[in-house]
């Protein structure tokens, strides 16, 4: 009976063992107290779904990655419904209108450009493709009349390089000379990319009217499909040839906003070996640009960008090791020439978490100086139902906690990207520090200590175990004699 009595205390003690930290994460509170920091949060009250986009300080005293210690209270210290939202890129569309320059086309009297009459024209441009005149040899000729039939349009400005995405143009637009009032044309255009093969894509009726009160009504522009090309013939299929002042071409584009981006910059320290330098950083920073910022007026620095990674030690009583682990390499620079500053930018990287980076030179005599790095990242938005009692508090910094954010479906269902991107932005007070934020262990120091510990308790039980074998052995002599 007393055997199986030392079993069941052994069978206690290991289940003691297993499940005394379950009952430790069991009993852990999440109030707004256990957070060591907070930022107050004012809402209008006239929404039901607020948007905050997260400051600096969130990423600088976060403790996880994953922002997994992120909550936001209400006045009675429930929390309320959240999401995190990192905004897609915008676009606009864009739209300009730009002076073209305008050579009037001269023909003899003779000629009829409506009935299709061929003009033979002697246009001539600079090396880059501006027009530089047009000619007609028929209206050139000593004794002949001539008049205007029609213009022809350089869109591009002198010295305007070709680009990769040349515009789209979809109007032009006219203006009447100063001394024409009333004027009424029709007239079509024609566009091309070399002088040589015209394509007609356009016509309109132009026409400017002006009554007794000297009220004026103007339809000014032609209108066509969007398209790009690098010239433009107008002739006239009614009413009489004009030199307009001017003639200005629309184009239409797509333009990228700009996201919102935080920068952090941070200032070296030694490393654990020679020339290496080591940047304190945050852990829950997304970085997406990395660059170096040199005090220095000419610096040359080929070197890698990375992070130490702690071995856990192999033995009991032995610290634990560091590998450097490379991320990126490149030369950066900053050198000054004929009072001109060049510098290298920053570099895109895959959106990388880090409590710390490391830059060690190629060169091992190198002397990299004591540049600081940049970070660059974009911070999430933070959506939340503003429910329960105001004001509201974003409380972060704790260690080790779960993650109590939601899918935006189950915060703001039914909302699009444009409303999410339109919602009222909540203003944010000053920073309050509630406690002394404890210093990180290190995953490898963790797993060490972890696996000291059970190194122990498995040498308690087997000598526990032990322990229990002797009695046995001993009481069963005892009653062998």
Not at 198 to 203: E, I, L, M, S
Not at 231 to 249: C, D, K
Not at 417 to 441: D, M, P, W
Request: overall charge neutral; some cysteine; proline content about 6%.
């Amino acid at each position: 009976m007393s055997i199986f009595k030392s079993a069941t205390s052994l069978g206690f003690l290991l289940a003691s063992v297993t499940l005394a930290p379950c009952a430790a994460n069991a009993a852990m509170s999440d109030k707004l107290q256990d957070y060591s920091h907070v930022l107050p949060l004012s809402v209008s009250g006239k929404q039901g779904v607020v948007g905050f986009r997260l400051p600096q300080p969130v990423y600088l005293h976060a403790r996880s990655a994953a922002l997994n210690d992120l909550r936001v209270f209400d006045a009675s210290g429930q929390i309320l419904p959240f999401g995190l939202y990192v905004p897609p890129a915008q676009a606009h569309v864009q739209r300009l209108s730009v002076p073209v320059k305008v050579f009037p086309i001269n023909a003899t009297e003779t000629a009829n450009t409506q009935t299709g009459d061929a003009i033979d024209l002697d246009i001539k441009t600079a090396g880059d493709g501006t027009v530089v005149s047009v000619r007609t040899k028929a209206a050139t000729k000593s004794g002949v009349a001539s008049r205007l039939v029609g213009l022809v349009l350089d869109v591009r400005q002198g010295g305007q390089a070709d680009s990769a995405q040349p515009p789209q143009f979809d109007a032009l637009r006219f203006s009447l000379p100063p001394s024409t009032q009333s004027y009424s044309a029709q007239v079509w255009l024609e566009v091309s990319d070399d002088l040589k093969r015209w394509n007609t894509v356009g016509a309109a009726e132009l026409s400017w009217l002006v009554n007794s009160d000297t009220q004026s009504l103007a339809n000014d522009r032609l209108e066509f499909e969007p398209r790009s090309f690098r010239y433009a013939r107008l002739t006239w299929r009614s009413g009489e040839p004009l030199q307009f002042q001017s003639v200005n071409i629309e184009s239409v584009s797509q333009v990228a906003d700009a996201p919102v981006l935080e920068k952090l910059q941070l200032q070296a320290s030694p490393g654990k070996q020679v020339n290496d330098l080591v940047y304190r950083a945050a852990v829950a920073i997304p970085v997406e640009k990395i660059g170096l910022q040199f005090a220095e007026k000419n610096m040359v620095l080929p070197a890698a960008l990375g992070q130490y990674r702690e071995l856990p030690s192999r033995q009991i009583g032995q610290s634990s090791t560091w590998e450097f682990e490379p991320f990126i390499q490149a030369t950066f620079f900053q050198i000054t020439q004929e009072g001109q500053q060049r510098r290298s930018g920053d570099l895109a990287v895959t959106p990388t978490h880090a409590a710390q980076w490391v830059l060690r030179p190629q060169a091992a005599s190198a002397n990299p100086g004591k540049p600081s790095l940049q970070l660059t990242w974009q911070p999430a938005t933070l959506i939340f139902l503003a429910s329960g009692k105001p004001p509201y508090s974003l409380a972060f910094g704790r260690d080790k906690v779960s993650s109590a954010t939601l899918d935006l479906a189950q915060v703001a269902p039914g909302f699009s990207a444009s409303e999410l991107g339109k919602l009222e932005q909540a203003s944010a007070g000053a920073l309050r520090v509630q406690q002394a934020s404890a210093t990180l262990e290190s995953d490898a120091a963790t797993a060490s200590a972890a696996a000291q510990q059970r190194l122990w308790i498995l040498w308690g039980v087997l000598l526990l175990g032990v322990a229990v074998l002797g009695t046995m052995a001993w009481r069963l002599l005892k009653a062998m004699k």
